[in-house]
């Protein structure tokens, strides 16, 4: 049944099947029920199509009572009768093999060609830079839900703050994904009790992550072949040694890969990089096993560095925890972190002075600029250097070579006329020819010294960036959001 309803926040379509709509425009709703967070109906200028439910208040009369209930539809509500809902994701995203987490217990046993984090929740989706948005009944007796706006209450206040919008279908879903929408429109249930706090705070050239009070290094050493079941499991161990313990641990890749995941999850607004590539064969050759190394070097070395990552408690497990048991409690207790996605920023304290929102919406923009640059730079940079390394190993070590083949040639050749041969001539000719063979095998040799450990820089450059572009648009519209609320006020 068709229901209307007012705008609240301009919305300007860029796909064919959405329509526009301006702020307070009167709407019509053709089913209240949204689908994936989206509403169907028509504007005042006869334009039919889908529009956010959460920038729309629906006006629903009720036939018993003079009473407006102005909350949103069931799914884009936390002020529902009972529970706080987000609508299910497509099917299809969650078409593949659901994984109960027992499969992991035994985490010396992980699949190394899988990903560890998936499993059944459907009402978690992808959200920026591949990040993970869960909402979902808490039972933690701290949580408190915000009741159903009572009458009496001003309609516009209470839509406003009870609505969450599911997934969604362009440009808004990682804005709405990542939480950090339902935290600006104050739809994120408040907690009477957070363990965990982030300090932003001012420094010289504006905010920043407060540092970590007790900083520390990990190294990564040491991979090993190891067996299991009589050998049919095979995999590479690597010692990890954090600084502040001394004690090393044993780490597999797939244990690196739980760690990125819930990092992923955790800190929707932070650039975490992405992990070494993994490779379906050949992962048991010694150069792919000393490439893997030097690069989880950096990204540990990244890691550790990090104001706020390396405070993450399921990064202090994935460093100390040497007890099986121990380490499956630890797991599980990551994976039933409620602080992730909106409910994350309840735990930042933030810097009481006022920043500009044009001045910030201008850094914003330039540090687009300059993330823009800077990809298209390291992209042209690991392009040339990677086609360098080939001539390197094929190439250049391949002439040289033939160079040294052809003066190995000549040397026997003149062994071939006893009266006039020179043995000082001919080994001073071979000689040469091996030098040149020489060369070619230090061409082949020099990108370890130099070029392997630009590459893996860059590459860890690469993950950075490609994160950023969600990130900033993240910024933008809570930008964007932050100056259409100052005109309600």
């Known amino acids: 049944m068709s229901v209307k309803g007012v705008a609240l926040y301009t919305f300007i379509s860029e796909n064919k099947e959405e329509i526009s709509i301006q702020e307070n425009e009167e709407v019509l709703i053709f089913d209240e029920n949204s689908v994936d967070g989206w509403f169907r109906g028509e504007n005042t200028r006869g334009e039919r199509g889908l529009f956010p439910a959460s920038y729309v208040k629906v006006i629903r009369t009720r036939s018993n009572s003079n009473v407006t209930d102005c909350s949103i539809s069931p799914e884009g509500s936390l002020g529902n009768d009972s529970s706080y809902f987000l609508s299910t994701p497509n099917t299809s995203l969650n078409s593949g093999r659901i994984y109960d987490e027992d499969d992991y217990d035994d985490w010396d046993d992980w699949d190394d060609g899988s990903t560890v984090v998936e499993d059944g929740d459907n009402t978690r989706g992808p959200g920026a830079n591949g990040h993970a948005y869960q909402t979902q009944l808490s039972n933690n007796p701290n949580?408190?839900?915000?009741?159903?706006?009572?009458?009496?209450?001003?309609?516009?206040?209470?839509?406003?703050?009870?609505?969450?919008?599911?997934?969604?279908?362009?440009?808004?879903?990682?804005?709405?994904?990542?939480?950090?929408?339902?935290?600006?429109?104050?739809?994120?249930?408040?907690?009477?009790?957070?363990?965990?706090?982030?300090?932003?705070?001012?420094?010289?050239?504006?905010?920043?992550?407060?540092?970590?009070?007790?900083?520390?290094?990990?190294?990564?050493?040491?991979?090993?072949k190891q067996t299991k079941f009589k050998g049919i499991k095979t995999y590479i161990s690597y010692r990890v040694t954090p600084s502040h313990t001394g004690n090393p641990v044993y780490r597999r890749?797939?244990?690196?890969?739980?760690?990125?995941?819930?990092?992923?999850?955790?800190?929707?607004?932070?650039?975490?990089?992405?992990?070494?590539?993994?490779?379906?064969?050949?992962?048991?050759?010694?150069?792919?096993?000393?490439?893997?190394?030097?690069?989880?070097?950096?990204?540990?070395?990244?890691?550790?560095?990090?104001?706020?990552?390396?405070?993450?408690?399921?990064?202090?497990?994935?460093?100390?925890?040497?007890?099986?048991?121990?380490?499956?409690?630890?797991?599980?207790?990551?994976?039933?972190?409620?602080?992730?996605?909106?409910?994350?920023?309840?735990?930042?304290?933030?810097?009481?002075?006022?920043?500009?929102?044009?001045?910030?919406?201008?850094?914003?923009?330039?540090?687009?600029?300059?993330?823009?640059?800077?990809?298209?730079?390291?992209?042209?940079?690991?392009?040339?250097?990677?086609?360098?390394?080939?001539?390197?190993?094929?190439?250049?070590?391949?002439?040289?070579?033939?160079?040294?083949?052809?003066?190995?040639?000549?040397?026997?050749?003149?062994?071939?006329?006893?009266?006039?041969?020179s043995d000082a001539l001919n080994n001073a000719i071979s000689h040469t020819g091996r030098t040149y063979e020489n060369i070619g095998e230090m061409f082949a040799e020099q990108p370890k010294y130099d070029l392997f450990q630009m590459l893996d820089k860059l590459s860890l450059y690469q993950g950075l960036l490609a994160n950023f572009p969600d990130i900033i648009h993240l910024q933008k519209d809570v930008n964007r959001l932050q100056q259409t609320r100052q005109t309600w006020i």
């Open 253 to 421: 890749y797939k244990h690196f890969d739980w760690l990125y995941n819930r990092l992923l999850h955790k800190f929707t607004v932070i650039s975490v990089p992405h992990l070494p590539e993994k490779q379906a064969t050949g992962r048991f050759e010694e150069d792919f096993i000393e490439k893997r190394k030097r690069r989880l070097i950096l990204w540990m070395n990244h890691m550790t560095s990090h104001p706020v990552l390396s405070q993450y408690e399921g990064f202090e497990h994935f460093l100390m925890c040497t007890d099986d048991k121990q380490w499956k409690l630890g797991k599980r207790r990551a994976e039933k972190d409620e602080m992730v996605g909106a409910h994350f920023m309840l735990t930042l304290q933030i810097p009481s002075e006022h920043q500009d929102l044009q001045d910030v919406e201008e850094r914003v923009d330039n540090f687009k600029t300059f993330a823009k640059k800077m990809d298209d730079s390291v992209m042209q940079l690991t392009h040339v250097a990677s086609e360098l390394v080939r001539k390197h190993l094929g190439g250049f070590r391949r002439e040289f070579q033939r160079l040294g083949n052809s003066f190995q040639s000549i040397s026997q050749s003149f062994t071939l006329d006893p009266p006039y041969k």
């Open 143 to 224: 949580v408190h839900y915000r009741s159903k706006s009572a009458s009496g209450q001003d309609g516009m206040s209470s839509s406003r703050k009870g609505s969450v919008v599911g997934r969604n279908l362009n440009r808004f879903s990682s804005f709405v994904r990542s939480g950090v929408e339902a935290f600006v429109l104050g739809d994120v249930p408040m907690m009477a009790k957070i363990a965990e706090s982030y300090t932003i705070e001012m420094g010289p050239l504006g905010p920043r992550w407060k540092e970590n009070p007790q900083p520390f290094t990990c190294s990564i050493e040491d991979p090993t």
